[in-house]
């Protein structure tokens, strides 16, 4: 059973940044495709991007490419997220996903297990 431990998140202004991390622990990690999912109040959970297990893969959703990098350090089994360029838009609550079958689909129910969820708030 993999869990999923998030850190990171909280309040910034408009342009700056932030850096999300999900520390993973139990089951055959390495063998995951992980991503990152936000859900805004009243809004349905939005993809952002995911990762291969090899790290030579990965997808970002529109809204945030050119701004936000997605990582992973094998070793210690975490994945990040650096979030820069902060738009009001991107306040929503961000969720780190495990995905066994490695789709790299941007569809939530494709995702196995999930982190607790954190705040992020971009202020105007």
């Known amino acids: 059973q993999v869990q999923l431990v998030q850190s990171g998140g909280g309040l910034v202004q408009a342009g700056g940044s932030l850096r999300l991390s999900c520390a993973a622990s139990?089951?055959?990690?390495?063998?995951?495709?992980l991503g990152w999912f936000r859900q805004a109040s009243g809004k349905e959970r939005e993809f952002v991007a995911v990762?291969?297990?090899?790290?030579?893969?990965?997808y970002y959703g529109d809204d945030v490419k050119g701004r936000f990098t997605i990582s992973r350090d094998v070793a210690n089994n975490t994945v990040h997220l650096q979030m820069n360029s902060l738009k009001p838009e991107d306040t929503a609550v961000y969720y780190c996903?495990?995905?066994?079958?490695?789709?790299?689909?941007?569809?939530?129910?494709?995702?196995?297990?999930w982190g607790q969820g954190t705040q992020v708030t971009v202020s105007s």
């Open positions: 996903a495990a995905d066994y079958s490695r789709s790299y689909s941007p569809n939530p129910e494709h995702y196995d297990f």
């Open positions: 139990g089951g055959t990690f390495s063998r995951y495709a």
């Open positions: 990762i291969s297990w090899s790290t030579i893969i990965t």
